[in-house]
């Protein structure tokens, strides 16, 4: 049951979205936000369904994946289509009915935000699809790196990550193993009303954090031991190094959201 | 052979805690280790065993007397580092020592905190990893590995910082009769080959008999202190401490007792099977 649970799911492939570099994945995946979000024009929208679809399809990651990245999400997407639609009062009134009016911006605006936030939510899936969570981690800690000289502890926020990252499936396992000893004692952990299945969660929760705890204490030993002091002086086994396709893919995601705007302002 | 190991007149306690005495843990211990020994402890819960293997890398410091380790005193913060490099440990439980999710990053958080450069830090990772024979999961997940592949993985991580020196806190206490073969064939291999150190403490009994020397604690004290052979022989002795004696000794003990005349230094299974043997013929 639990092991359902992926944060951050991740598909190993080698198509070239696998194999851009993190960081530059991430700065495209910040400009395709902004040109999602700056555009207000149907076109605009367009132009990055195109990037969005295209990138997809240089993934090879099966498209179905992407409508299950969207479903969770679901509810609160049509909450905001029907918010927008029934409260946006301008244009043209189609049905009038008490205070709630349909009109035809509010058409346009909610069709327009649902399509936004659809793109909005398959591309950042592509980014976490097609690249590793230590992988991100480390590209993180090396994007934000010049926080350093502001004092933000990114090397420290990074380690914190991936050691969280790491103990995921540990936790998980035990999860399923304190699980089974409540049962075995008579904890109704899948039956019984709402109400008692919470207060059963305690008898789960309580040893989880207790087992936590010195799980932390003990690996904050282990790692003293084999000398960690911190970000400072530290080398890398792993390399992040950008290939000419890198900066390839940078340039397109750019000729693309300056298109988009471009398109933008002559159509309006 | 030089001393790496130097213990002299150790006392520890652990702060008091409010309303109560400190209780003292370490009562006196002198000890020294030679430069490529394979020692065991040995010692029933509470008998200060693990206290004492936290004093020789400097996690835990004296209350008095002095820990030196290769010609650094414990207790100096200055050379921690380097004292830490040259006395690698490794735990009872290996899922609290894995650091990263990819085995190879594991085995390199050392050496990254160390600032190896990176062609070195490539090439010493790589040899530990055929060490301890886990190259094959170099790219693998530490959930996706058994007990005793993860301890491996943990020893690897130790032996690429090329200490002098390593101590196993209970390395097999947690896993299956495989890991546990697994695990101490790989210690057994780096004190031959390259000549490390090794401190083991454990509770198996076989364990320790397959070591060059067996140390064994009680209440703080180092009580015996010699070969596993002359140890196991005083069969009451290591009893009224509350540990036992491997199975084979324990059974020519009980044999002799008997009125058989068999030795009563007998350690290994093929010892006995020829002992018993002799009793026949």
């Given amino acids: 049951m639990l092991r359902d649970i992926t944060i951050g799911q991740y598909f190993p492939g080698n198509s070239l979205i696998h194999r851009l570099d993190p960081r530059f994945k991430i700065v495209i995946t910040f400009i395709y936000i ?32 992407f409508v299950k990245s969207v479903k969770p999400l679901m509810p609160f997407l049509i909450l905001t289509a ?34 936004r936030i659809t793109l909005l939510i398959m591309g950042s899936s592509l980014l976490t699809y097609t690249t590793s969570p230590i992988t991100l981690t480390d590209a993180i800690e090396r994007l934000l790196s010049p ?47 709402f109400m008692t299945r919470a207060k059963n969660m305690v008898a789960i929760l309580v040893p989880l954090f207790i087992s936590a705890f010195r799980r932390a204490d003990e690996l ?5 031991c084999r000398c960690y002091r911190g970000g400072e002086g530290r080398t890398r086994l792993r390399q992040l190094c950008s290939a000419p396709r890198d900066y390839a893919a940078l340039a397109v995601t750019i000729l693309f959201y300056g298109g988009a705007a471009a398109l933008g302002i002559v159509l309006k | 052979m030089s001393n790496i190991i130097e213990i002299k007149n150790l006392h520890f306690s652990y702060p008091a805690e409010e309303g109560s005495e400190p209780a003292e843990v370490l009562k006196g211990i002198d000890l020294t280790v030679k430069e490529g020994e394979f020692m065991a402890i040995l010692g029933h819960n509470g008998s200060g065993k693990s206290t004492l293997a936290k004093h020789i890398n400097g996690i835990l410091v004296p209350t008095s007397g002095t820990v030196t380790v290769d010609g650094i005193n414990t207790a100096d913060e200055d050379k921690i580092f380097d004292l830490r490099r040259r006395a690698g440990m490794v735990f009872q439980n290996p899922d609290n020592q894995i650091v990263s999710s990819i085995v190879e990053e594991d085995v390199a958080f050392a050496l990254e905190n160390l600032g190896v450069p990176y062609e070195e830090m490539r090439r010493r990772v790589d040899e530990a990893l055929k060490d301890v024979n886990m190259y094959d999961y170099r790219l693998h997940s530490p959930s996706q590995l ?16 090329k200490p002098k020196c390593i101590i196993l806190d209970e390395p097999t206490a947690m896993l299956d009769p495989q890991g546990r073969r697994e695990v101490m064939s790989v210690i057994k291999r780096m004190n031959r080959e390259y000549g490390i150190t090794i401190v083991l403490i454990t509770h198996y009994m076989d364990e320790a008999a397959q070591c060059g020397r067996v140390v064994v604690m ?24 509350g540990l036992d004696v491997p199975q084979v000794t324990e059974l020519a003990y009980e044999l002799k007792k008997a009125g058989y005349d068999i030795s009563d230094d007998i350690i290994t299974e093929e010892e006995c099977i020829n002992a018993i043997k002799k009793l026949f013929s």
């Fill in chain 1, 82 to 115: 029907a918010l927008n639609l029934l409260f946006i009062s301008s244009g043209d009134v189609y049905f009038h009915w008490k205070f709630i009016k349909i009109t035809s911006e509010g058409i346009n605006v909610s069709v327009f935000m649902l399509i």
């Fill in chain 2, 146 to 161: 058994s007990g005793g592949q993860k301890q491996r993985v943990a020893i690897a991580g130790i032996i690429a910082m």
């Fill in chain 2, 218 to 241: 009680d209440k703080g004290r180092v009580i015996l202190d010699d070969t596993p052979r002359a140890v196991f022989s005083q069969v009451e002795q290591v009893k009224k401490i």
């Fill in chain 1, 34 to 65: 902004m040109m999602l979000f700056t555009g207000d024009h149907i076109v605009c929208l367009s132009v990055g369904a195109v990037f969005t679809a295209a990138a997809i399809i240089l993934s090879q990651i099966p498209f179905k994946m």
């Fill in chain 1, 220 to 224: 904050a030993t282990a790692m003293e």
């Fill in chain 1, 147 to 193: 926080l350093k000289k502001l004092k933000v502890p990114v090397h420290e926020l990074a380690m914190m990550m991936s050691i969280a990252l790491r103990f995921i499936p540990t936790l998980i396992e035990e999860t399923e193993k304190i699980m089974a000893a409540q049962k075995a004692r008579g904890a109704e952990i899948d039956s019984g009303s």
